[in-house]
């Protein structure tokens, strides 16, 4: 599922386990930094709050970001969880 973060740079979310988001990002983000993002479902564009749990470069361009997301309504968490799975 593609991602806008709110710095404006595209992300792509790879794994939700229904607690922990995994995204590979364009950089990283400290432990614990605040990360808002929105990804677009179905014609409409949700936006989504997040706390890092860590980063790690995975290439020259990518980083593997963990995150878990905070005021997440039933229906995003069921969305995420259908679109992105584990």
Do not use: Q, Y
């Amino acid at each position: 599922m593609k991602l806008r973060l709110d710095s404006g740079e595209d992300a792509e979310a790879c794994s939700f386990d229904g607690v922990v988001l995994t995204v590979l990002s364009p950089r990283a983000f400290a432990p614990g930094a605040p990360i808002r993002f929105s990804a677009t479902a179905g014609g409409d564009a949700r936006s989504f709050e997040g706390r890092t749990i860590g980063s790690k470069r995975v290439d020259d361009a990518h980083f593997e970001v963990r995150l878990r997301l905070v005021n997440l309504r039933r229906v995003d968490r069921e969305l995420l969880a259908g679109r992105i799975g584990s």
